[in-house]
């Protein structure tokens, strides 16, 4: 079993007829079911097909694995003979057939989804021993060799900018492979010496391992890695097992394993078990078992074939979300032992919800999940219509208003109050925060190791320490004779975290982040900078708006401006490069939008937003591409818009109403690109679903804002937001 890693109620089950079927548990609801067939015979190789003219309609095949690729686009089926399936969901209530690959001379034990060279490719491993990397299209791209048997299973990862992939056979050896042909570079034995699984936390700071020996002795381990040493052995397994425990892992907190007719659950940091449930009763003996990504629902096998729904207090509530009304309230909860633990990724108060995966169950209409249509949410919307008809469905808003419902810490800082926070970034490493102050000064925050932060990633639990290098430099921009209430603060990161660019109305400054000191200055106005943005290719190139609504694409390593783009009637307010399109959007304060070829950097076309009746066209315009490159989002003080950026189409538009009135400050995409963080003027912050512009989310100033601080005269309001770099739910407000 796999749940979406989005939308967090639907759930891909493969079984043991070959058959794969999606499931809405929301709405206990088979959406799609897809019974097991060869796509192509003539593709097949010789052993195959004398397999299958030889056992016919016999020919048994079950599903070994089922996964979703991380951007949820794609969903992976692996069988017991030969075979892998790609599919893609379809806006029709289906699923596309996208590739067949023969992976493996026999079974295909394992498969999941890596990005090698930032390429989305698919691992997979067999009975003949080997582990394949294969991209979208069904070509080999790696062949890795070294087992002496069958690999049961493989976990690719990426630690800061080597990517690997750990696998384990059933001899109980463990090796992890690079990207390339020179064969394995660790050796290690995993307790039992028979079949393993190893899994990541979900920050991908830990390692952990469950497995299974011959005897039926189960084994739930801690790695440190980095030494191919066992860290910790959890306790807690009761009897011999016939057949290997299942085992996953939520968030950076639990460990939940299937044995004994139950689910066993151990805190990461403890090594004894610390609550089990029987689920009502009706598991098997080894349950097979799955986390959703938000790590409030679990899905679990039952013995008669069905499936189980447990959920934490948040879990029911997005349960409840997609619940029409004529359902029957869930059933009572499940009371385990007490657990005293924080978070909503908390094990305790689970109740069940049943799904039974019966073949003869109808396909039914797509249902609402969140208030949006499956199927279709998952591939953009085409027109206006289609979000207009999503916008008729029933909705639950979301409403946080009270500091205990969300995670938050405040950076330290002692500047005056006068100052704001005019431009803020994560960076892309997502272990510090980097801060423009209307005063023209940078400062730097890091998340440090420590017991409370072992890994050092940036989080709302603990509060991040102000950095500077040993020499005190202060990263302080060019400001001598500018007029700092009417400046335009600008900053760029580079990709390796390397250089900072940034103005604030006078010379453009290029610092480097490990010294603080000022590498080189250049641009110096008039005109003054209004925005900065590197190219994606080639980090010595830069777009730089102007003050003057020019332009200029800018060498820094010759200190030349190699071309000088003219279109906009105000000054720059936003830029965005879109390789896969191979163009750079700008936008600017006469509202306009204008798209130039990265190629010539010729125009190819200039559109207009739609503003309200009578609106001037002035105030910011800022513009920011989609993980897929093509949808463009689009924020003004007036509204919200997504654009199909190779035809500049409007896909759909929000504009303040209702409970958020007030102009717009800021917009961005969460990492993801599923959600859009957008702040307003009167200090509200709106979540966004990014397909639809939906609503879904309303965060309230009393969460962040001190009641001095919301009593008082002066209206103070998110100026800019930013979001993590690999966290979806977690944003920054400046």
Known sequence: ?????????????????????????????????????????????MPLQATYVKEGSKLSQSVTRVMWSPDGNFMGVAFTKYLIHLYAPTGSNDLRQHVEIEAHAGQVNDLAFAHPNKQLCVVTCGDDKMIKVWDLNGRKLFNFEGHEAPVYSVCPHQKENIQFIFSTAIDGKIKAWLYDNMGSRVDYDAPGHWCTTMLYSADGSRLFSCGTSKDGDSFLVEWNESEGAIKRTYSGFRKKSNGVVQFDTTQNHFLAVGEDNQIKFWEMDTVNVLTSTDAEGGLPSLPRLRFNKEGNLLAVTTADNGIKILATAAGLSSIRAVEASSFEALRSSIEPAAIKVSGSSAVANVSSVNCKVERSSPVRPSPVLNGVDMARSMEKPRTLDDVTEKNKQPWQLTEIIDPAQCRLVAMP?????????????????????????????????????????PNGKATANVVPQQWQPNSGLLMTNDVAGVNLEEAVPCIALSKNDSYVMSACGGKVSLFNMMTFKVMTTFMPPPPASTFLAFHPQDNNILAIGMEDSTIHIYNVRVDEVKSKLKGHQKRITGLAFSTNLNILVSSGADAQLCIWSIDTWEKRKSVPIQLPAGKAPNGDTRVLFH??????????????????????DRICQWVPQDVLPAPISYAAYSC????????????????????????????????????AVLNGSQAVYPYVVAAHKRSPANLLLG
């Open 672 to 707: 993801n690109s599923q959600l859009v963080f957008t702040s307003f003027c009167d200090g509200n912050v709106g979540v966004f679903d990014a397909d639809s512009l939906r609503l879904r989310c309303r965060i309230g100033p009393s969460v962040y804002l001190p009641p």
């Open 413 to 453: 800082d002692s500047t005056d109050a006068a100052n704001k926070v005019a431009r803020l970034l994560y960076t892309n490493s997502g272990v510090g925060v980097l801060a423009l102050g209307s005063n023209g000064i940078q400062k730097l925050w890091k998340w440090v190791r420590s017991e409370q932060n």
């Open 627 to 648: 993980s897929d490159q093509i949808r463009l989002l689009v924020s003004h003080e007036t509204q919200l818009a997504i654009y199909d950026a190779s035809k500049m």
């Open 1 to 45: 079993m796999d749940f979406h890693p989005s939308h967090h109620t639907l759930l891909l089950v493969g079984s043991a007829t070959g058959e794969i079927t999606l499931w809405e548990v929301g709405m206990r609801d088979k959406l799609v079911s897809k019974p097991f067939k060869i796509w192509d015979m003539a593709n097949c190789s």
